[in-house]
């Protein structure tokens, strides 16, 4: 299995991306959300899926493990391939999918162009408790309110911050005041950070 590929980048399309490794072009087809994180450097580091089938065999790659784990759940449930499953992860960042599934949020999985009502059930179904044993995440603590929260992380990646710290700062935020509105909450993080 190949796990992830390191190496040059030679062409970069919002679709698929070609990564040469020792003189070899490997094609890796990509979601819009790995796309808007690939650098415009040379050097280029994708985590992959190996997708062997009869008559073709498949490389998908992912700027983060996240989202390939992500992929993986998706594509383990029945009428989700893995070209629906890319395109999940086009339509909402790995985040607002897992969130979609851990709070039964149908109509978010349905918004994704090519998902119906069953469809979204059933991934909601076959998904939720993986999702919630996986990321650990308390059924309680899952709330709609997170849209706050989403929204002040994408104002704060905006201005220059690194996600995993205004994210650490914007959850404590969120603990000592679950109430508060997405100015609040970024008013309160830029004093923090």
Not at 3 to 31: A, F, M, R
């Amino acid at each position: 299995m190949i796990t992830h590929i390191q190496g040059k980048l030679t062409e970069k399309n919002p679709t698929d991306v070609v990564i040469e490794c020792n003189g070899v072009g490997y094609i890796l087809h990509i979601s819009l959300h790995t796309y808007s994180k690939i650098p415009d450097s040379e050097h280029l580091k994708l985590y992959t899926h190996l997708q062997v089938k009869e008559d073709s065999h498949t490389l998908y790659g992912f700027s983060s493990l996240a989202e390939r784990e992500i992929f993986r759940l998706l594509i383990s449930v029945s009428g989700i391939g893995a070209s629906t499953a890319r395109t999940m992860l086009s339509s909402l960042t790995p985040v607002q999918v897992r969130e979609g599934i851990a709070t039964n949020d149908v109509a978010l999985i349905q918004s994704i162009k090519g998902i119906g009502a069953k469809t979204a059930q059933r991934v909601i179904i076959d998904l939720k408790d993986k999702v919630l044993k996986i990321y650990d995440i308390d059924e309680v603590s899952v709330s709609k309110g997170n849209t706050s929260k989403d929204e002040a992380l994408s104002a704060l990646e905006v201005l220059g911050f690194v996600k995993k710290q205004a994210e650490r700062i914007v959850d404590k935020i969120m603990i000592e005041q679950p109430e508060a509105n997405v100015e609040t909450i970024i008013k309160q993080a830029l004093k923090n950070l």
